[in-house]
């Protein structure tokens, strides 16, 4: 079994930055984020698979970045020049088998 715990989220002015992470009980090697704000479904930010690939979704890429520190089972999502609309719960996700979910870190963007 796999557990995630995020942290990192707050509140934010737009254009400012923030960096959010996910201490994984396990090394994993395809990881990433979701989000979801309010009214409306759960969505992919950004997902990594060591020695394949990175997908972001559009509405976030030049601006988001995921990583990870496979060694000390770690996984990051870089945010900057956040904007309003980015407001949402931020989720760490893993597969491992089956898919896993932190319990989610508050983003707020304020104007």
């Known amino acids: 079994q796999v557990q995630l715990v995020e942290s990192g989220g707050g509140l934010v002015q737009a254009g400012g930055s923030l960096r959010l992470s996910c201490a994984a009980s396990r090394s994993i090697n395809t990881v990433g984020w979701y989000r979801q704000a309010p009214g409306k479904q759960r969505e992919l930010v950004a997902r990594t698979t060591i020695g394949g690939g990175t997908i972001y979704a559009d509405s976030v890429k030049a601006r988001f970045t995921v990583s990870g520190d496979n060694a000390k089972n770690m996984v990051y999502l870089q945010m900057n020049s956040l904007k309003p609309e980015d407001t949402a719960v931020y989720y760490c996700?893993?597969?491992?088998?089956?898919?896993?979910w932190g319990q989610g870190t508050q983003v707020t963007v304020s104007p």
């Open positions: 996700w893993a597969r491992w088998g089956i898919e896993y």
